[in-house]
């Protein structure tokens, strides 16, 4: 897969939240959402936005790349781990007041994406976007790889919520996108076909 930024957001499932079903099988997408950027027959992206990095905060990501917070939210900031893919580098999805030129990407009408230190130095300036979410790495998926989960019924597609999106608490992120679509955990099968 290139470089996530490369291409523009395309396809139905950019905007949307993934959810891993009970049957997923890879132990690092268990009860996993994933805010989709991207999708085409080519390729697929998006970041998890539930599953916080214990031992890394957004305080140590500015001091390696020695940028000097200003704004005090700046040590209240989680950093997430957006998927297996790409783990050293870092995407933060925003809130479509921010943009720059050369490293935003639109995903919505209310969200977008980047990945350049710019909007790490905004946010620590406290200039930046009014909400956003920062993650290391990213999920992708080769050509026809993601359709075929969906088929496989590893997947479930739910309308994203920038509510559920920018939440601190990570915990409820799963079941709150659940319940978008009126569907109690205990009620999905792990079997496709099946309801």
Same mark, same amino acid.
Request: charged fraction near 20%; proline fraction near 6%; charge should be negative.
């Given at each position: 897969?290139?470089?996530? *930024?490369?291409? @523009?957001?395309?396809?139905? !499932?950019?905007?949307?939240?993934? %959810?891993?079903?009970?049957?997923?099988?890879?132990?690092?997408?268990?009860?996993?959402?994933? @805010?989709?950027?991207?999708? &085409?027959?080519?390729?697929?992206?998006? %970041? $998890?936005?539930?599953?916080?990095?214990?031992? *890394?905060?957004?305080?140590?990501? *500015?001091?390696? %790349?020695? $940028?000097?917070?200003?704004?005090?939210?700046?040590?209240? $900031? @989680?950093?997430?781990?957006?998927?297996?893919?790409?783990?050293?580098?870092? /995407?933060? %999805?925003?809130?479509?007041?921010?943009?720059?030129?050369? =490293?935003?990407?639109?995903?919505?009408?209310?969200?977008?994406?980047?990945?350049?230190?710019?909007?790490?130095?905004?946010?620590?300036?406290?200039? =930046?976007?009014?909400?956003? /979410?920062?993650?290391?790495?990213?999920?992708?998926?080769?050509? =026809?790889?993601?359709?075929?989960?969906?088929?496989?019924?590893?997947? *479930? &597609?739910?309308?994203?919520?920038?509510?559920? !999106?920018?939440?601190?608490?990570?915990?409820?992120?799963?079941?709150?996108?659940?319940?978008?679509?009126? $569907?109690?955990?205990?009620?999905? &099968? =792990?079997?496709?076909?099946?309801?």
């Amino acid at each position: 897969m290139g470089t996530p *930024l490369d291409t @523009y957001s395309s396809g139905y !499932l950019a905007g949307q939240f993934l %959810l891993a079903m009970p049957s997923m099988a890879d132990p690092r997408f268990e009860r996993s959402v994933i @805010y989709m950027c991207a999708h &085409s027959p080519e390729e697929a992206m998006g %970041l $998890i936005i539930n599953k916080p990095v214990d031992d *890394l905060s957004f305080a140590d990501v *500015l001091k390696q %790349l020695d $940028i000097k917070p200003k704004a005090p939210a700046c040590s209240e $900031i @989680y950093v997430h781990r957006g998927g297996p893919v790409g783990e050293r580098r870092g /995407f933060v %999805l925003h809130s479509t007041d921010y943009h720059q030129d050369d =490293g935003t990407m639109k995903v919505s009408d209310d969200i977008a994406l980047s990945a350049t230190t710019e909007i790490l130095r905004a946010i620590a300036e406290g200039s =930046g976007p009014n909400n956003y /979410f920062m993650a290391l790495g990213y999920a992708g998926w080769g050509p =026809g790889q993601l359709d075929e989960e969906i088929k496989n019924n590893a997947w *479930l &597609s739910v309308p994203a919520d920038a509510d559920i !999106l920018f939440a601190r608490d990570c915990s409820k992120k799963w079941d709150l996108a659940l319940a978008k679509l009126g $569907i109690a955990a205990h009620r999905l &099968s =792990g079997q496709a076909g099946h309801a």
